[in-house]
């Protein structure tokens, strides 16, 4: 389900540092407003009629939402929801992808792609001011409502990938860089083994061999 992307930047892995806490936050919100924004577009679409078909326009958002969860899988509440997944239908891809900051640049790139694709490509904002019309003009309080609803997770979902995407973007750049300017090992747990220096022990000695001397014994002469 994650989408590898490798050979770009330094590589990541394992729980956000201390330093970017704050914007993670910001991303833990941002995820959780897509989960709900693709929750709210799915009860619309069984209200309507037209679940499958809602299900199926909302497969991006439900991708970058499962990124997004695999990124915090470190979180108190976020993990709750990697748990889960990883038990049931994304178990395999809980087995290629450990999850935590090594999903950043996939978050980036998908939240990204989706927005562009959304915004130029499938004419989002006019069927967002479209549907504003419709909501004003409706009959009843059952068909504004449903409109309502629907435009209401449709902007949610844009500004939750934007931001997100774009808070994920200032968080990988400074754990980059901090990667860069501090020495080998400080985003691993147990760091590198560092080479110990060496001891001033006195040169060894050739082992000492016991005193012999030449031709020392007696012996017997020729012709004696």
Known sequence: MVIPIGGMGV?????PPASVAPKFKIIKYCVLGMFGCTCGELL?????????????????????TIIGIFLLRDDPLIGRMYAFLARTCCGPCSEQCQG???????????????????IL??????????????????????????????LV????????QIVGSVYAWLAYKEIRDSGVTSSGGDW??????????PRDDPPSQPPRQANF????????RLGN
């Open 121 to 150: 490509l499938g004419g989002e904002i006019s069927l967002i001011i479209q549907n504003f019309k419709v909501m004003l003009n409706a009959v009843d309080f059952y068909e504004a409502f449903i409109y309502w609803a629907n």
């Open 100 to 118: 935590g900051i090594g999903c950043l640049m996939s978050f980036i790139i998908c939240n990204a792609i989706t927005v562009f694709i959304d």
């Open 44 to 64: 619309v679409g069984a209200m309507i009629g037209k679940l499958f078909s809602m299900l199926a326009s909302s497969l991006n958002l439900i991708l970058n």
């Open 213 to 220: 001397t030449a031709f020392a014994g007696s012996g017997n």
């Open 188 to 197: 691993s747990s147990g760091g590198y083994p560092q080479a110990s220096a």
């Open 11 to 15: 590589p990541l892995m394992g729980p």
């Open 153 to 160: 997770c449709t902007v949610g979902a844009l500004v939750a």
